[in-house]
């Protein structure tokens, strides 16, 4: 999937399943929840700290999944074309 169509994607899902985007602010603020629950797994699996058995059955590819989703709404609601912003950051 590109980058292109992953917009796409989310902005029809928001609008026929999910009804709605949650303002920039609030979905800023899921972002932040969703990259802590990155950093979690992060530290755990590759860092010092120990697992939990609470953490044991939580997926990495799930959370940055759920990072990119929201990254992705933020980026629709306001305007951005990913792929033209990251194609700008190489060249």
Same mark, same amino acid.
Do not use: P
């Given at each position: 999937? +590109? !980058?292109? =169509?992953?917009? =796409?994607?989310?902005?029809?899902? !928001? &609008? ?6 949650? #303002?920039?602010?609030? #979905? ?8 802590? $629950?990155?950093?979690?797994?992060? @530290?755990?699996?590759? /860092?010092?700290?120990?697992? =939990? &058995?609470? *953490? $044991?059955?939580?997926?990495?590819? *799930?959370?940055?999944? *759920?990072?990119?989703?929201?990254? !992705?709404?933020?980026? #629709?609601? +306001? /305007?951005?074309?990913? +792929?033209? @912003?990251?194609? &700008? &950051?190489? /060249?």
């Amino acid at each position: 999937m +590109t !980058i292109e =169509k992953a917009q =796409k994607t989310v902005d029809t899902w !928001i &609008k026929t399943t999910g009804v709605r985007y949650f #303002n920039e602010l609030t #979905n800023m603020a899921i972002l932040m929840e969703e990259v802590g $629950e990155v950093a979690r797994i992060m @530290a755990r699996q590759y /860092g010092e700290q120990s697992y =939990k &058995k609470s *953490d $044991e059955a939580i997926d990495l590819g *799930d959370e940055l999944a *759920d990072v990119l989703f929201v990254l !992705i709404c933020l980026a #629709n609601q +306001t /305007g951005i074309n990913l +792929t033209e @912003a990251l194609e &700008k &950051k190489f /060249g």
